[in-house]
């Protein structure tokens, strides 16, 4: 058990540029899930994958993010003409529901993203 | 909605003080409850955790406990020290698998020395 990576750890981009971030979730964990957090702030959920299947997504999620999670394993987050808004953490979470102890989502470092 | 509102801080406690960080939340059915600690430049862990009213979540000396009467999940330590200092985060989730957690605002913990 690795635990939860995610690449890059920071991104600096300029306005309008697109940019993409990478998780890896723990190898046995079918749900994996994206969180943005701005400081100050605890995180907040953009959107939710059981195995490749996207099966939620915020409100958050504007039409310039994307998501995906090709063949359930690793995920990409995209993130279209950036705008300063933007500038957050990005946290990538998974996990493995167990019929005893149920859900526990554990999290990546997150990828710290500033937008100039 | 549902929501999860944490005491604000900083908190700044002498070594070997005794903490309590409040946490009480709205939720429209029965949640699991957890609390997150972040060290400083790391990701979130998960520090305990609790799934149903009464149970208590136990970890590294922090303790809490699901209190449906009060909606409430505070945690406690009774002697903290200066590796304790990081943010800490309330969070509940509805639901058996697959939805998302619902955070507070954190609650940053200052331990000196």
């Known amino acids: 058990d690795t635990g939860v990576s995610q690449n890059p750890r920071h991104k600096i981009t300029k306005r309008g540029q697109n940019v993409t971030f990478r998780c890896d979730p723990i190898?046995?964990?079918?749900?994996l899930y994206w969180y943005r957090q701005t400081l100050g702030q605890g995180p907040e959920f953009l959107t939710y994958?059981?195995?490749?299947?996207?099966?939620?997504k915020s409100r958050l999620l504007s039409d310039r993010f994307s998501a995906e999670r090709p063949k359930g394993s690793f995920s990409t987050l995209e993130i279209q003409r950036t705008e300063q808004g933007d500038s957050a953490m990005y946290l990538c979470a998974s996990s493995f529901r167990r019929i005893v102890s149920g859900e526990t989502q554990y999290f990546g470092p997150g990828t710290r993203l500033l937008v100039l | 909605g549902d929501s999860v509102t944490q005491m604000e801080g900083p908190v700044t406690l002498s070594e070997e003080a005794f903490l309590t960080i409040n946490c009480t939340y709205t939720?429209?059915?029965?949640?699991?409850l957890f609390w997150y600690v972040q060290y400083p430049g790391e990701g979130l862990q998960l520090l305990l955790k609790a799934t149903k009213a009464d149970d208590k979540g136990s970890n590294k000396g922090f303790e809490a406990t699901y209190r449906k009467e009060t909606t409430s999940f505070h945690l406690e330590k009774g002697s903290v020290q200066v590796s304790d200092s990081a943010v800490y985060f309330c969070?509940?989730?509805?639901?058996?698998?697959?939805?998302?957690?619902?955070f507070g605002k954190g609650t940053t913990l200052s331990v000196s020395s």
């Open positions: 939720a429209t059915g029965y949640p699991s």
């Open positions: 190898s046995e964990h079918n749900r």
């Open positions: 969070a509940l989730k509805l639901g058996q698998a697959g939805t998302a957690l619902i």
């Open positions: 994958f059981q195995n490749e299947a996207q099966l939620e």
